[in-house]
C-alpha cells in the first residue's frame, strides 16, 4: 500500500513539473515577443523619421551611442557606489566581559 502512495505522489509530482515547464515556457515565449515587439516598435519609429527627413541615419547612430554610453556610465556608478557602500561597512567588534579576560589570563597560566 504505501508503494502504492509513493508511486502515486510521484506521478503527481511529475505533472507538476510538467505544468510548471509548460508555464515557463509560455511566459519566455512573452518574453521574447515583447522584445521582438518593441524593436519593431523603434525601428518602424526610425523610419517614419527618417522618411520625414527630419533625422539623418548617422544621427540617429549618434543618439543611439550616445544612450548606450549613458547607460554604461550609470551601471558603472551604480557599480563604484555599490563597491564604496562595502568599503564603509565594518564588522562589529564584540568586546569581551571582565570574566571572559580572567578566564583567557588563568588558562596562560
Avoid: C, W
Wanted: charged fraction near 35%.
Amino acid at each position: 500500500m504505501r508503494e502504492g502512495v509513493i508511486i502515486g505522489e510521484f506521478q503527481r509530482l511529475g505533472k507538476a513539473v510538467q505544468s510548471l515547464y509548460q508555464m515557463l515556457a509560455n511566459i519566455s515565449q512573452h518574453v521574447q515577443l515583447g522584445f521582438s515587439g518593441n524593436a519593431l516598435h523603434e525601428e518602424a519609429l526610425k523610419s517614419l523619421l527618417m522618411k520625414k527627413g527630419l533625422i539623418t541615419d548617422s544621427e540617429f547612430k549618434e543618439a543611439l551611442g550616445e544612450e548606450i554610453r549613458k547607460a554604461n556610465e550609470a551601471q558603472a556608478d551604480a557599480q563604484n557606489k555599490e563597491k564604496e557602500e562595502k568599503k564603509d561597512e565594518k564588522p562589529e567588534l564584540i568586546k569581551p566581559t571582565a570574566e571572559e579576560t580572567a578566564k583567557i589570563g588563568d588558562s596562560k597560566k
